[in-house]
């Protein structure tokens, strides 16, 4: 219904989460938002709104909304400065520490947001590949690592994601992932809810295994609590099951069936129930259940990825898919047919492990990026290729990953700092000038990542809701100024200054998203494009997900191998950890994380509406760990960890599993007694000045954030 103060309405694209939901709005005569609601004719969407897209609106009024370069001064303030004044200093600080350093001695770190900006993800690869250094880190290695790691070794791309195929399952299995609040992920799944209760209605049922009987578990026909950390134990006996009682038939172009059936053997379900806490009988009933359903679909997320064994958890949930004939059945876990199809026009990288290592510890690169848990120690280890610079995009790694407290201490130490971003956030307070982006409702949109991992072939292009203030630039208009400059800044004579490469590079960042997304729809299969698009509004619908394979498979032989030699290698060492695991230390409990569905990170917390009501940044923890502690729910507690400690509230739940507790990440805001944002004061710690650089998943160097051993004391109340 049309309020009677609108005069427009107009139907954009959320950005804010890997839903990408429709929305109406409606606009009154001066352009200011009457209302906001979900877009009933998306095809993928279908009306979903959650509460966090009015956050879109709040944080274009933000006051504390960067909508000018900024540049530090004296006593943490900031001047104001123009922008070719501010292109300028920030390519002159990072060029100047490259030429007396190397090109080694600048860092850049890319932060979740760029994944949902059009012009980030077509300028950004170049902005980076100009800077030249090797130290690429992102928000990837606190995150999805594993599940690229896992897809390029099965399906030969990084990006050959499969999702589960919701709307037509039997059985949906979530390990590690709580959709109720975070909306899905490396999962197009808009409006989760609603698809359960489909699913529900179609008599499927739905699984949950987690050390927190979260808002998802709550919904679920079962949840088993899982010690945080002991997944794979779980997921590779359900493996071994289906291989002992020849429950096992997967699709003829796979393989190496044999192989696995010899590599699981030692991982029992009685070995799962051991370091796991969930029973043997309902790791067997589960494998039964997987293998008897019709159609069944389990996904790992989060909970499976950041933590110790993550690579070896997801490549054993795809075993599962794979071997009970699922991968590629509607109803199991399908790949996508985007209209703008990155892999298989080869924009997006498959990925691999290349040859360089971090120089400090020696941690892998995988797909041109090394883990962030090394950032800090580049930045603090003297020697040759020292990180001396940074530039961070949209990124908050003080917040976001481990041992934030110790990056913070290591920017502050830095020679030059240049951040992308509209905040002056935990991270960006350490540059010498921040460039701010338009708002997200201020460019227009499409989601060339989000389309590849959704649960139903749309297309839909997203028009700006605002015009840019004169004078302000997108993501990609700063990317396009700032590499320019650096090309400048380089010198090197009129020969580099015009050398093909440098003209190529200048003429790639001149391309305008528009421009570049508009030839990729035209060529696509579809035979798309923006004036046509523009033209349906709710999007194109292409209808439930397909078949893909093997013709969706980039290994070079068409097939799949079950047992890649990164698992095959990874197996015999983790059965002699799990077999071998001590008893926890007397008093250890085991730290995890958890999403609320009004936050986002860490960086919507200006946003009035989400952050009223009841405080939720509370240490949550089993009622019997505390009354064993002598402490009651509201008391503040000491937690520590081996790296770092912090005092909090604490909240009892018996939604937690015995021996474990929880806090959130991406709160904190104020350090060294400075408040950053002046809207909102948030309370609250960062969990990540307990998380620990030094523990890693052992394959692919990925962050752990679940499972931090911790104590809990109590603290004193002030
Ligand atoms: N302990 C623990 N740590 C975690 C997690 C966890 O579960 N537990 N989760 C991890 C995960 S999954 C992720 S993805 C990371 C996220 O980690 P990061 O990406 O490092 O941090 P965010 O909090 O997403 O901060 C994003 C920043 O981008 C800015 N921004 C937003 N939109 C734009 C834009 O369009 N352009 C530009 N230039 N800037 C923009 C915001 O102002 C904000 O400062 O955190 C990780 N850290
Ligand atoms: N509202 C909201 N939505 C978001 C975000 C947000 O910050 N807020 N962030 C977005 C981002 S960047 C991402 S990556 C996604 C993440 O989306 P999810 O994967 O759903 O993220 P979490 O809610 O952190 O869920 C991880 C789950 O794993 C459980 N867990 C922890 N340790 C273990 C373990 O060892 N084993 C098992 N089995 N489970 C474990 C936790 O209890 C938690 O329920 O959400 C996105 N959506
Ligand atoms: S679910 Fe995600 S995409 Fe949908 S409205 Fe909420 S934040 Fe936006
Ligand atoms: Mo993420």
Not at 41 to 70: M, N, T, W, Y
Request: net charge neutral; charged share 25%; with cysteine.
């Amino acid at each position: 219904m049309t309020s009677p103060a609108a005069r427009e309405v107009r139907h954009i694209t959320c950005t804010l989460c890997e839903a990408m939901c429709g929305l109406e709005v409606q606009l009154d005569d001066s352009d200011a938002i009457v209302s906001m609601r979900g877009h009933e004719e998306d095809p993928l969407s279908r009306g979903h709104i959650c509460p966090k897209a009015f956050a879109l609106q709040d944080l274009h009024d933000d006051p504390d909304r960067l909508r000018a370069p900024v540049v530090r001064a004296a006593q943490g303030t900031w001047k104001e400065v123009s922008w070719d004044e501010a292109i300028t200093y920030a390519a002159q600080r990072l060029s100047a520490v490259q030429a007396e350093h190397g090109d080694d001695a600048l860092a850049v770190y890319l932060g979740n947001p760029n994944v949902h900006s059009l012009g980030a993800l077509t300028h950004h690869p170049t902005l980076v590949r100009l800077l030249r250094t090797r130290n690429r880190f992102s928000a990837t290695s606190v995150d999805q690592l594993p599940h690229h790691v896992a897809s390029w070794a099965l399906y030969g791309h990084q990006y050959l994601l499969p999702v589960p195929d919701i709307d037509r399952t039997a059985l949906l299995v979530l390990v590690g992932h709580n959709p109720m609040a975070s909306n899905g992920s490396l999962w197009t799944v808009p409006d989760f809810p609603a698809r359960r209760r489909e699913l529900a209605a179609r008599s499927g049922r739905l699984v949950v295994l987690d050390p927190r009987r979260t808002e998802t578990a709550k919904v679920a026909d079962e949840h088993h609590f899982v010690r945080p950390g002991s997944d794979a134990a779980v997921l590779l006996a359900i493996v071994r099951e289906l291989l002992e009682d020849d429950l096992a038939a997967p699709a003829e172009y796979v393989h190496g069936m044999e192989r696995v059936r010899d590599a699981v053997a030692g991982f029992t379900p009685e070995l799962a129930e051991r370091v796991s806490g969930m029973s043997a009988d309902a790791v067997r009933r589960l494998a039964r259940d997987l293998a008897a359903a019709p159609s069944a679909a389990v996904h790992g997320r989060m909970g499976v990825s950041t933590q110790a064994h993550g690579v070896v958890c997801q490549w054993a949930v795809q075993a599962i898919n794979i071997l009970t004939g699922n991968l590629d059945r509607p109803g199991g876990t399908m790949f996508t047919t985007p209209a703008v199809d990155l892999i298989g026009r080869g924009v997006l990288s498959p990925g691999g492990f290349g040859s360089k290592r971090t120089r400090v510890r020696g941690l892998p690169g995988f797909g041109g990026e090394f883990p962030v848990s090394a950032m800090a120690e580049e930045m603090t280890t003297p020697g040759e290729g020292q990180v001396r610079a940074l530039l961070t995009i949209a990124g908050n790694p003080v917040s976001s990953t481990p041992a934030g407290h110790r990056l913070d201490e290591a920017l502050a130490g830095l020679d030059a700092m240049v951040a992308i971003d509209f905040y002056v956030n935990e991270t960006t307070r350490h540059a010498d000038v921040i460039l701010p982006p338009t708002s997200p409702l201020e460019r227009d949109h499409y989601d060339i990542v989000f389309h590849l991992l959704a649960v139903r072939d749309t297309a839909r292009w997203s028009p700006a809701l605002f015009t840019a203030p004169a004078g302000a630039k997108h993501d990609w208009e700063i990317a396009r100024d700032l590499g320019t400059a650096l090309l400048r800044e380089r010198g090197g004579g009129l020969k580099q200054r015009w050398s093909r490469a440098t003209l190529e590079t200048e003429a790639r960042l001149r391309l305008t998203p528009r421009r570049q997304l508009d030839a990729l729809l035209r060529s696509s299969g579809a035979r798309l494009s923006i004036a046509k698009l523009e033209k349906t509004v709710a999007g194109a619908d292409h209808g439930p997900l397909k078949p893909r394979l093997p013709g969706r498979l980039s290994t070079a032989d068409r097939r799949i191998d079950l047992l890649p030699d990164l698992v095959a290698q990874a197996l015999p060492s983790l059965l002699t950890t799990l077999v071998t695991a001590p008893a926890p230390a007397e008093g250890e409990l085991l730290l995890i994380g958890r999403r609320h569905q009004r936050d986002n990170n860490s960086w919507l917390h200006n946003a009035t509406r989400l952050t009223r009501g009841k405080p939720r940044h509370a240490l949550l923890a089993n009622p019997d760990d505390l009354a064993a502690r002598g402490i009651r729910s509201g008391d503040f507690v000491t937690v520590r960890s081996a790296v770092g400690e912090v005092r909090v509230e604490v909240e009892a739940s018996a939604d937690l599993m015995p021996g474990v507790v929880s806090l959130p990440h991406g709160y904190g805001q104020a350090r060294d007694g400075v408040r950053l944002r002046n809207a909102v004061d948030v309370p609250g710690v960062s969990m990540n000045d307990l998380t620990d650089p030094s523990v890693v998943e052992s394959v692919s160097g990925n962050a752990v954030l679940n499972g931090v051993p911790v104590t809990v004391e109590p603290a004193a109340r002030t």
